[in-house]
């Protein structure tokens, strides 16, 4: 099933046919509360989900282009990311980067650690990644990201599987620089994420996925996520032993070599396989700079 937000933070099944909104399911939730309801739909899934199938069977569908397609996960409580997980970036960014990055070599599956990005970073796949700096490198980076579906903490890695709603297409944005990621990765409009969540009942295998991103016409990225260093499964395990999953958090997996710049008048094009595609503009960001102004 493919489940998306819409419009003031609806929620919808996309099918062949359109967009059917299932949001009915949830009790009336408060305005100022309304951005979290995918976070409620997603714990209370076991519950609903008979009568979501229901509507999704026998609902009237209304067309994509009738509505304004939010993130999927509008606010999450939390988006976790990994580090540099193919080899061949790690080596592409040791090289650009003058070592500052270790090489690929021997490693057990906590060696390279995790961030965390701003839950404000994340935009959808109408918006608009807006660079804050004229004259610094910022780049796409294309990520498999994993919706997380219950509460968990030290997930077990044999069961970190069961503890994934869904999957879904982003895009790390990121200045390169000195600072630390958590600043250099959660400008405001960094994390897109979309188009929707494909239910993990129809992904067998999140290693055995193809992910791309083109810049304009240009392919830049192609990778399998078998090429993870650390897999889907030990990253959950890892980042949920440092800090407990909760319902519609989001996790970043890492991105494939090919990263590079972005610049206003792009179109950032990620595609992941049986998971799906999103084109994302860019554009420059206006108003102060604190930091020179
Ligand atoms: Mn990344």
């Known amino acids: 099933m493919k489940l998306l937000s819409f419009d003031d933070f609806q929620i919808g099944v996309l099918r062949d046919d359109g967009i059917v909104n299932v949001t009915s399911v949830l009790p009336d939730i ?8 995918m976070n409620l739909f997603i714990e209370e899934w076991d519950t609903i989900k008979p009568e979501v199938e229901r509507l999704a069977k026998v609902g009237l569908a209304v067309p994509v282009d009738s509505v304004r397609l939010l993130a999927p996960v509008p606010a999450p409580r939390k988006v976790y990311a990994a580090p540099a997980n193919y080899h061949a970036h790690r080596a592409e960014m040791a090289a650009g980067a003058a070592g500052t990055e270790a090489a690929a070599g ?6 390279f650690g995790m961030f965390l990005k701003s839950p404000s970073s994340v935009v959808g796949p ?21 919706v997380m579906g219950k509460h968990g903490s030290a997930i ?40 929707y969540i494909i239910t993990a009942d129809e992904i067998a295998d999140p290693g055995n996925l193809e992910i791309s991103l083109w810049v304009n016409e240009d392919l830049k990225q192609h990778a399998f996520t078998k090429d993870l260093i650390t897999d889907c499964p030990n990253l959950i395990a890892n980042m949920s032993w440092v800090a407990a999953t909760e319902p519609g958090d989001l996790l970043f997996t890492g991105t494939p070599d090919g990263v590079g710049e972005i610049k ?8 992941i396989s049986d998971v799906g595609e999103m084109s994302v503009p860019v554009k420059a960001r206006t108003g102060p700079n604190p930091e020179r102004d």
Do not use: M, N, W
Request: proline share 10%; with cysteine; aromatic share 8%.
């Open 30 to 37: 408060p305005r100022p509360l309304q951005c979290y309801r």
């Open 156 to 195: 077990p890695l044999a069961d970190s599987l069961d503890y994934v709603f869904g999957y879904t297409c982003g895009l790390d944005i990121t200045v390169r620089g000195p600072e630390d990621r958590s600043k250099r990765k959660s400008f405001d409009t960094f994390s897109p994420t979309g188009p």
């Open 126 to 146: 109408q918006d608009t990644i807006l660079r804050p700096y004229e004259d610094r490198l910022i780049h796409h980076e294309s990520e498999l990201v994993l």
């Open 106 to 111: 021997q490693h057990h599956s906590g060696e």
């Open 264 to 271: 206003p008048g792009d179109l950032v094009s990620i595609k």
